[in-house]
């Protein structure tokens, strides 16, 4: 057995279409979208072909949708900006967000007045709506909801229409951090309205480095950098006609192809689960998940504790769910917060429409040398 890739929550392999575009646009198109002779129109056209993609994408209008580097920097400026330019006193969020809301949030409360409020989370990850629609009826203060729609660790999806009427209802801004659900879940911002969300293209089989936000027409904000007037304004830098294209092509596949892959993912998801019930103590974290994301916690022991060595040098990739810090290995923040024992270890299994059962096979056999099997 070759390599078996299963952490494509943490990034995808390019897909061949994909590559092929950003090939000819190498290739054929490196003008400066911004200059206004033959070769910089080429370039604008074909990145305004792109937005029209995503913007149709999401039921947005082209003039919606801004390109940048990453969702990380999307998030950082919609969180900061928002403060400033719309008045925003209160934010809510969850504790189980991707560290670029939490740590931008941590840095928030630090230099700003804004309130910061941290949504309840139960033992298997649900966020507390409830607690949610109660802050917003009790206090009225200009409040923007920050919620991600698919969390990457535990694969947890929330109700983002219910989420997008509970703020609606009260007057609150609803920014959604949709990297791990575009391309796969049903994502329209007619169907559930939002402020803001954010996408990365390497996540949907798309080049790393570029990603785009959407910003609704009614609450604009500013830049987070200065410089040229690029993206209207909205995002200073030349923009990456590469990665942008490359973008445009992953999504329009990721739609194109979705229920094909997603019915491939839950047989690949159905097969691993049913694997997993060989094995002794195991635990799946998390409740209404995402099909192509599997945390698994494994009991304790010394060969256990080596796991995701021992599923490197058994040619597996997958991710675990802890983080190092001064040499100390400790879980998560996702894992802390649903309460999570310290004693096992937990391992992030993602998958792809590019995997297959006899991988997942594989990966079966290699875990049980080092975690227990039921006894027959
Ligand atoms: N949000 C979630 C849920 C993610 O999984 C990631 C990537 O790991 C990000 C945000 C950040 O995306 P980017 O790699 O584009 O900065």
Known sequence: MQHVYLDHASTTPLIEPVIQEMNTVMREHFGNASSIHHHGRQAKMLVE?????????????IGEIFFCSSATEAHNMILTNSIKDLEVQRIISSPIEHHCIIHTLDHLASITDVEIVYLNVDKLGSVDLYQLEGLLTENKKNTLVSLMYVNNEIGNIIDISRVSEICTTNGALFHCDTVQGIGKLPLNVNDAPMAFLAGSAHKFN??????????NGDNIISPMMYGGAQERNMRAGTENIIGITGMAVALEK?????EERADHIKKLNRHMRTRLDELAEIVINGTNQIDNILSVSFPSNERVDMLMFNLDISRISASSGSACSSGIEHDSHVLQHIGHSKERKTIRFSFSHFNTIEEIDYVI????????VKKA
Do not use: D, H, W
């Not at 990721?254 to 979705?258: D, H, L, P, T």
């Open 206 to 215: 798309g080049p790393k480095g570029v990603g785009f936000f959407y910003m």
């Open 365 to 372: 056999e290699k875990l049980k040398k080092f975690t227990p």
């Open 49 to 61: 072909n792109a937005r029209k993609t995503i913007a149709q994408a999401l039921g947005a209008s």
């Open 254 to 258: 990721a739609i194109e192809q979705k």
